[in-house]
């Protein structure tokens, strides 16, 4: 198992845990069969309700926070009861301070673990609450699939925090990932300049869906071939989601800071 801290912007970055760890447990097993049934609306005709359902909800798991994405990839702890691990090495790309991603990463497993597991106590309450809702035949119980799906996200992010804290850190600045940004020329947050359409998209709607907007390379910010690049050197299918998911969200964000407020009345 190893963590890579991959810029996004020059001041800006996002963890990625490639791990060949397999699961054994029953619950990921069952995770595993519900993802294939989940695929199989993706494959219905786009006018129907399967299809309809199926695009919400991927434009929905998109929505959620990147860095629980990122710790739900860890392997738990009881995965690596057979082989434990002595470390975990954090590789970083040069162009990163070394102590800062040390400093982030620290402070991003402190306030995770109980933040997962508080809101994984939630869904977990609420699981018998759905569970009462009247299940027609053709229809699927929608409360129930969401809560189960976040009991069992917080979950997973919980016990990869767990693990994480449990074991040794070794940052290490990473010569493969030096290789591949040898060229790239990244800025910083305040200095990124967004597609002039992201203003008037505000201006047209409070809650804009920027997706396919800011999933386009966008000058000073990781292009999307170099995000490619970094999946098919680790051989890491996963990482390719996950980074565009990463790059999107902070884009996002950045976005709503600069605008969201620019058409808000003034109050005297």
Aim: glycine residues 2%; aromatic residues 12%; contains cysteine.
């Amino acid at each position: 198992m190893r963590v890579f801290a991959v810029p996004i912007l020059r001041n800006r970055w996002a963890y990625y845990c490639h791990s060949n760890i397999a699961s054994a447990s029953r619950l990921t097993q069952v995770v595993d069969w519900s993802s294939k049934k989940w695929d199989q609306l993706g494959a219905a005709e786009p006018d129907t309700w399967k299809r309809k359902l199926y695009d919400r909800g991927n434009y929905f798991m998109n929505q959620l926070d990147y860095q629980e994405w990122f710790l739900k990839n860890v392997p738990t702890k009881e995965d690596t009861k057979e082989d434990p691990l002595e470390k975990v090495h954090v590789f970083y790309a040069p162009m990163l301070d070394g102590t800062a991603v040390k400093a982030d990463l620290e402070e991003l497993l402190n306030q995770r673990e109980p933040y997962h597991k508080k809101y994984m106590l939630y869904s977990a309450y609420w699981v018998p609450v759905a569970c009462t809702f009247v299940i027609v035949p053709l229809i699927p119980n929608i409360p129930l699939a969401y809560n189960l799906f976040r009991l069992y996200s917080h979950y997973k992010a919980f016990k990869g925090v767990q693990h994480l804290r449990s074991l040794p850190l070794d940052y290490v600045a990473s010569a493969e990932l030096e290789q591949i940004f040898e060229t790239t020329k990244l800025v910083t947050d305040k200095d990124v300049e967004l597609p002039s359409e992201v203003k008037s998209m505000f201006k047209e709607s409070k809650r804009p869906n920027l997706q396919i907007l800011l999933q386009r390379d966008v000058p000073g910010v990781i292009e999307l071939d170099t995000i490619a690049q970094l999946s098919r050197h680790f051989d890491s299918p996963g990482m390719e989601m996950e980074l565009k998911r990463a790059r999107y969200q902070m884009l996002a964000e950045i976005a709503k800071h600069r605008f969201k407020n620019d058409e808000d009345p003034v109050t005297p």
